[in-house]
């Protein structure tokens, strides 16, 4: 799934509680142009663990409606970040990272 994703889409599709990957307590880790939002806090430091950073990353949880605002999205966007994975895996096979993309629209 990918698709254009506007901040009340977004905040439909979260669950209450999001988590994201960090090394220093608040900034997002990514790969841009990609994000990273996971279910739970032990969904986010496995990814961490199979994606083999080098860094050490560590799970924040907030609620979704406090993480999601549209300062933080300009702030993504602004960042170069324009994709969001929900719960992304990683094939053991080729290492590709795979899941729910949501494409962040560009603002009008």
């Keep these: 799934m990918s698709e254009d994703v506007t901040l009340e ?5 979260l669950p209450p509680r999001i988590w994201y990957l960090t090394s220093n ?8 142009p990609y994000g990273f939002l996971f279910s739970t806090g032990q969904g986010a430091e496995s990814f961490a663990k199979t994606m083999g950073t080098g860094e050490e990353l560590f799970a924040v949880g907030l609620d979704a409606g406090a993480l999601i ?3 933080m ?11 969001l ?13 795979f899941g729910t993309i949501l494409r962040l629209a560009p603002l009008t």
């Design 69 to 71: 605002s549209d300062e």
């Design 85 to 97: 994975f929900l719960d992304p895996q990683v094939d053991p096979a080729s290492g590709d990272v």
């Design 9 to 13: 889409k977004l905040v439909q599709i």
């Design 25 to 32: 307590g608040q900034d997002m880790w990514c790969r841009r």
């Design 73 to 83: 999205l300009d702030g993504l966007r602004n960042s170069a970040v324009t994709r």
